[in-house]
């Protein structure tokens, strides 16, 4: 059975503005390999509505999981729930469980659940809450669709809670091998030995040490006989080179 | 006249792995903003040929520029200029100018210039040679398309050398306020302002300090007099908020 793909729609003009370094992607990526998902596909979009929906139908149709991150605080700005609610053609309003969430938080902390703030309970029709541990305004999840939050501990945590309940796939494992050679140099026998092993995936990572050219070569795979086997021939086709 | 506007398009399975935490965004993006260029959007793909050439379709045809970065190396995981040909549609072979460039690199550093390396000069029918002062194998424009190495020291340079020919737009100025307000306290007064200011963009983006909530609000647009003037607004609505 093929592994399950997802992809990444990361909301927010300070990204593309070079104000703020997206991490949420890296965090992402690592948690899906362990998991058998596989990352097919990230797009970065600004806080346009019309650019999000588009984006969503786009990844919702094409991916198993679409996970998108920023856009759901109180401010003006922040509008990627009604988004996901056109591109799913539902409505959007304020939910009664989402709203108790917020009131009690804002209870315990002693600040107000102005008009504000209460926009962060606005939940699409047919949505499941995610938790939020960190400041209670929650995440949904929507059809194939989470949405969460853009900071990344907040990002974090939601991701570990929806994690659990998606379908695994196979393990994805990799293995690689330092080779102190330029990667022209090893680039023919490397492209046979991936013809050879097309269920594999090798790639080639160029490094420079002490002013030496070398590659880091990465297989992937989810068959670890497979990959054994690959490491060994690489290790007997570039003997004396390994870094 | 509106600023021209630009996305990238990164290629590279050790980025959506998790392997490899992507850099160039990050600067092609502050590189873009002090040129008033507007980066409008960003995907991350694969090395998977129809989906380079479908990203590829999608970006050119909205944006006044595209910028790659990856896959354009002598292994056999380096497809981006094969799928850049195939979106544009026109034949790719090893080109003599490029070949030129290889050969006197590699007889430079006494390496040998094999059929591996010699893909790195196949170059798309009408593209234009972008050069790479640090390893030779050159990018090249076609169209409104700049393709670029996924190292980050040899895409600076690479970017470096394409930004001079762009048309400029106006500047993209911001200013940035942080004010010891949860975000949820100063989002209506917030909207309002950008309701009022609707030529600049607002964004509030939340942080914690000592325990505390804060935010910092960027006001972001062309007309330095509307930015200082919107400024002035923020420090008269929050006045002994400012951290």
Excluded: K, W
Excluded at 9 to 34: C, F, P, Q, W, Y
Excluded at 224 to 231: N, P
């Amino acid at each position: 059975m093929p592994n399950p793909t997802a992809a990444m729609l990361v909301i927010g003009d300070e990204i593309l503005s070079g104000r703020t370094r997206d991490a949420n992607m890296h965090h992402l990526a690592g948690e899906l390999a362990g998991r058998g998902i596989v990352l097919r596909e990230v797009r970065i979009v600004p806080d346009d509505h019309a650019g999000i929906v588009a984006a969503l139908d786009a990844l919702r149709g094409a991916h198993d999981h679409v996970f998108t991150s920023g856009g759901i605080g109180p401010t003006h700005d922040d509008i990627t729930a009604d988004a996901v609610a056109a591109a799913f053609g539902v409505p959007i309003d304020v939910r009664d469980d989402a709203r108790a969430l917020l009131e009690a938080h804002y209870a315990r902390s002693g600040m107000a659940l102005n008009a504000a703030r209460l926009r962060m309970a606005r939940i699409p029709e047919g949505a499941c809450l995610i938790d939020n541990p960190v400041s209670a305004a929650p995440g949904f999840s929507i059809g194939n669709v989470h949405v969460m939050a853009g900071v990344p501990a907040i990002f974090a945590a939601m991701l570990a809670s929806v994690l659990p309940a998606l379908t695994q796939g196979a393990p994805l494992l990799h293995q690689s091998l330092r080779l102190m050679r330029a990667e022209g140099e090893i680039a023919t026998p490397l492209r046979d030995l991936a013809a050879a092993y097309a269920d594999l995936s090798f790639g080639s990572y160029p490094f420079q040490r002490d002013g030496a050219f070398g590659c880091q070569i990465v297989v992937r795979g989810t068959d670890s006989v497979r990959i054994d086997a690959a490491m060994m021939e690489l290790v007997r086709l570039f003997p004396g080179d390994i870094a």
